[in-house]
């Protein structure tokens, strides 16, 4: 099977997350849809690489896993904080700062 | 057969690391990472007495170590750590630069008499157990080793050879500013939302760095910056894979910097965040993310110059437009700040279009001096304070100039810098900025700044007048003076008129780091 089907799969995927960024309320699920990004972004780095017949692309996608790691870490603390004080995990609710 | 033989037998070369030219950037990560240590085995009476002048320490021998690479016969021009860094001499110039303003940042805040971070992060607002941390007068002092790695990351962000050390750089620094957003002491509400807001979207953006810097990946085979200048030069690969990569590395890297229309995080993020934070992220996240810029664009992307010059174009026209007509409108300081802000990013991006050497010197000289302006500005902020903690709000700062003459004088001092009046750091970094974009070309670019600027100048003014022409009211804030936050402002002021009266000591640095130019 070509890589170019894979390249196709991964930018629908990343253009589902982005999708879902845009219109999900729940915090975590846009925090969900920004991880479909970053894998569908893998995809693509691991078909490159494959296409370019080198590894490069293979080790970039360990460190993709890696920092989106740390990111779930960082960013579920902060989802976690927000949600105790408000009782709520809409983005929509967090409207305090605006204009 | 053990481990050693193995590797011996395959033959794998151990990483060659130019220890000595990357020692600015492991002394602020060995730093953080003691910092660590010191919150796990230090007790809390002493973690505040040993955290501040370790992080002070760290980021003067980052500071000191540049200079001496600076100042050797043969300055560092090379490709470290097996491609992964570029030590050269915009690369020097903007470490010296992010360590020196990381350091007023620290005295911000370190600063004890007034704390402004909350006492303990977990406390859920309002509730006893965050009464009974304040009254046991806990501190947060994990703030400083996330300051140090934030800092550490903003300093490999701008040398990153290739993209995916960047993107590395990125999130490390990214990652503890989306936590130190979050530790305002008062109005933490405000604080929590803040932090939201700048890590989803911190987050969206940097999945487009990132999917960018896989296409790219495609077109040239490879990430590293001299790379794809080469296959961009020589017109292999697919040049749609090339253009969508470029567009999408560009959301990312525009939006750190707070480029319209990628800019919707900058005013609430700076108004929510405790306003140290505040002050290191318009300071030294602007340098770095302006550092990353210039990089990609200049050695990736340059013969690809006709093709994005008409797209940042654009972007910095919006940018100073949207930047200078929005902060007219705003009634709080921080908020207003903010969006002047925005509109420096828009002036800084004419000095990126003008692609010539002039304009690199230009734009690292601006962001040295811009640097220091904001950080004295955000610095006045914090010592205007009333019973609920800072008096943000434009409307309590009326008549500060018949209390408090001294401060006041020194905030319209700011102002006038950011507005870019004569004998100021502002106006020459704008003059230097402006008149590399005309050499380049970009005229009707200048026109546009110089208008913007003529707006902005607008609501710097409407402080001051706030300030000095009207009367105070009886309840108003008052100006609390805390030893280290003077200090900040002091240099902060020092710098802003040595710039301005003396430019031409760090003008012929910056046009020297320049000259020099990117290492390939």
């Given at each position: 099977?070509?890589?170019?089907?894979?390249?196709?799969?991964?930018?629908?995927?990343?253009?589902?997350?982005?999708?879902?960024?845009?219109?999900?309320?729940?915090?975590?699920?846009?925090?969900?849809?920004?991880?479909?990004?970053?894998?569908?972004?893998?995809?693509?780095?691991?078909?490159?690489?494959r296409?370019?017949g080198?590894?490069?692309?293979?080790?970039?996608?360990?460190?993709?896993?890696?920092?989106?790691?740390?990111?779930?870490?960082?960013?579920?603390?902060?989802?976690?904080?927000?949600?105790?004080?408000?009782?709520?995990?809409?983005?929509?609710?967090?409207?305090?700062?605006?204009? | 057969?053990?481990v050693?033989?193995?590797?011996?037998q395959?033959?794998?070369p151990?990483?060659?690391?130019?220890?000595?030219?990357?020692?600015?950037?492991?002394?602020?990560?060995g730093v953080?990472?003691?910092?660590?240590?010191?919150?796990?085995?230090?007790?809390?009476g002493?973690?505040y007495?040993?955290?501040?002048?370790?992080?002070f320490?760290?980021?003067?021998?980052?500071?000191?170590?540049?200079?001496?690479?600076?100042?050797?016969?043969?300055?560092?021009?090379?490709?470290?750590?097996?491609?992964?860094?570029?030590v050269?001499?915009?690369?020097?110039?903007?470490?010296?630069?992010?360590?020196?303003?990381?350091?007023?940042?620290l005295?911000?805040?370190?600063?004890?008499?007034?704390?402004?971070?909350?006492?303990q992060?977990?406390?859920?607002?309002?509730?006893?157990?965050?009464?009974?941390?304040?009254?046991?007068?806990?501190?947060?002092?994990?703030?400083?080793?996330?300051?140090?790695?934030?800092?550490?990351?903003?300093?490999?962000?701008?040398?990153?050879?290739?993209l995916?050390?960047?993107?590395?750089?990125?999130?490390?620094?990214s990652?503890?500013?989306?936590?130190?957003?979050?530790?305002?002491?008062?109005?933490?509400?405000?604080?929590?939302?803040?932090?939201?807001?700048?890590?989803?979207?911190?987050?969206?953006?940097?999945a487009?760095?990132?999917?960018?810097?896989?296409?790219?990946?495609?077109?040239?085979?490879?990430?590293?910056?001299?790379?794809?200048?080469?296959?961009i030069?020589r017109?292999?690969?697919?040049?749609?894979l090339?253009?969508?990569?470029?567009?999408?590395?560009?959301?990312?890297?525009?939006?750190?910097?707070?480029?319209?229309?990628?800019?919707?995080?900058?005013?609430?993020?700076?108004?929510?965040?405790?306003?140290?934070?505040t002050?290191?992220?318009?300071?030294?996240?602007?340098?770095?993310?302006?550092?990353?810029?210039?990089?990609?664009?200049?050695?990736?992307?340059?013969?690809?110059?006709?093709?994005w010059?008409?797209?940042?174009?654009?972007?910095?026209?919006?940018t100073?437009?949207?930047?200078?007509?929005?902060?007219?409108?705003?009634?709080?300081?921080k908020?207003?700040?903010?969006y002047?802000?925005?509109?420096?990013?828009?002036?800084l991006?004419?000095?990126?279009?003008?692609?010539?050497?002039?304009?690199?010197?230009?734009?690292?000289?601006?962001?040295?001096?811009?640097?220091?302006?904001?950080?004295?500005?955000?610095?006045?902020?914090?010592?205007?304070?009333d019973?609920?903690?800072?008096?943000?709000?434009?409307?309590?700062?009326?008549?500060?100039?018949?209390?408090?003459?001294?401060?006041?004088g020194?905030?319209?001092?700011?102002?006038l810098?950011?507005?870019?009046?004569?004998?100021?750091?502002?106006?020459t970094?704008?003059?230097?900025v402006?008149?590399?974009?005309?050499?380049?070309?970009?005229?009707?670019?200048?026109?546009?700044?110089?208008?913007?600027?003529?707006?902005?100048?607008?609501?710097?003014?409407?402080?001051?007048?706030?300030?000095?022409?009207?009367?105070?009211?009886?309840?108003?804030?008052?100006?609390?003076?805390?030893?280290t936050?003077?200090?900040?402002?002091a240099l902060?002021?020092?710098?802003?008129?040595?710039?301005?009266?003396?430019?031409?000591?760090?003008?012929?640095?910056?046009?020297?780091?320049?000259?020099?130019?990117?290492?390939?």
């Amino acid at each position: 099977m070509s890589p170019t089907h894979y390249l196709v799969l991964s930018a629908i995927l990343f253009t589902i997350g982005g999708i879902g960024v845009l219109v999900r309320r729940n915090a975590i699920v846009v925090f969900m849809c920004v991880e479909l990004m970053l894998n569908a972004t893998n995809l693509a780095f691991v078909s490159f690489a494959r296409m370019h017949g080198n590894l490069d692309g293979q080790i970039i996608a360990f460190f993709v896993m890696v920092v989106a790691a740390a990111e779930v870490v960082v960013g579920l603390a902060i989802l976690m904080t927000i949600f105790r004080t408000r009782r709520s995990s809409s983005v929509d609710d967090a409207n305090l700062l605006k204009y | 057969m053990n481990v050693t033989g193995v590797l011996a037998q395959n033959d794998i070369p151990a990483p060659h690391i130019e220890y000595g030219d990357v020692a600015p950037l492991l002394v602020v990560f060995g730093v953080a990472v003691l910092g660590v240590l010191v919150e796990a085995f230090v007790g809390r009476g002493w973690r505040y007495r040993v955290q501040v002048p370790l992080a002070f320490l760290g980021l003067v021998a980052a500071f000191g170590w540049t200079i001496a690479l600076a100042a050797r016969e043969r300055p560092p021009h090379l490709v470290a750590a097996e491609g992964a860094l570029g030590v050269d001499g915009p690369t020097l110039f903007l470490w010296g630069t992010i360590a020196v303003l990381a350091l007023v940042s620290l005295l911000l805040i370190a600063e004890r008499d007034q704390s402004h971070f909350t006492a303990q992060a977990s406390a859920l607002p309002g509730s006893e157990a965050e009464q009974e941390t304040m009254a046991a007068g806990f501190v947060q002092t994990e703030v400083y080793p996330l300051m140090m790695f934030a800092v550490g990351g903003m300093m490999m962000f701008p040398a990153s050879n290739d993209l995916l050390t960047m993107f590395v750089a990125l999130e490390v620094l990214s990652l503890p500013l989306y936590l130190l957003c979050g530790l305002a002491r008062r109005r933490r509400l405000l604080s929590q939302e803040a932090a939201v807001k700048y890590f989803l979207l911190g987050a969206f953006s940097s999945a487009f760095f990132l999917y960018g810097a896989a296409l790219l990946y495609g077109f040239a085979g490879s990430v590293r910056l001299s790379d794809i200048a080469t296959a961009i030069s020589r017109n292999t690969g697919d040049e749609t894979l090339l253009l969508a990569g470029v567009a999408l590395l560009s959301v990312g890297l525009l939006f750190k910097l707070g480029a319209v229309p990628f800019h919707m995080w900058k005013p609430d993020v700076y108004q929510g965040a405790p306003t140290p934070i505040t002050a290191l992220m318009a300071s030294c996240t602007l340098v770095s993310a302006f550092g990353a810029m210039l990089r990609v664009f200049y050695v990736a992307l340059e013969n690809l110059r006709w093709d994005w010059r008409p797209a940042i174009w654009a972007v910095a026209i919006l940018t100073m437009v949207v930047g200078a007509v929005i902060a007219i409108t705003q009634t709080d300081v921080k908020r207003m700040l903010a969006y002047s802000s925005i509109a420096h990013a828009g002036f800084l991006l004419t000095g990126l279009v003008a692609t010539t050497t002039a304009g690199l010197s230009g734009t690292l000289f601006y962001l040295a001096a811009y640097g220091f302006t904001t950080i004295g500005a955000f610095a006045v902020i914090t010592m205007v304070r009333d019973a609920g903690g800072e008096a943000a709000h434009l409307s309590r700062w009326a008549g500060l100039g018949k209390r408090s003459p001294l401060v006041a004088g020194t905030f319209a001092f700011f102002l006038l810098a950011f507005a870019g009046i004569p004998l100021t750091s502002g106006f020459t970094g704008k003059f230097a900025v402006f008149s590399a974009a005309v050499e380049g070309g970009a005229t009707p670019l200048v026109v546009v700044g110089v208008l913007a600027s003529a707006v902005a100048a607008f609501f710097y003014v409407r402080v001051i007048v706030v300030m000095f022409f009207s009367d105070p009211e009886p309840d108003g804030p008052a100006v609390v003076v805390a030893p280290t936050t003077v200090a900040a402002v002091a240099l902060g002021l020092a710098a802003t008129v040595v710039l301005g009266v003396l430019p031409q000591p760090v003008l012929d640095l910056a046009g020297q780091a320049a000259g020099q130019l990117f290492v390939r």
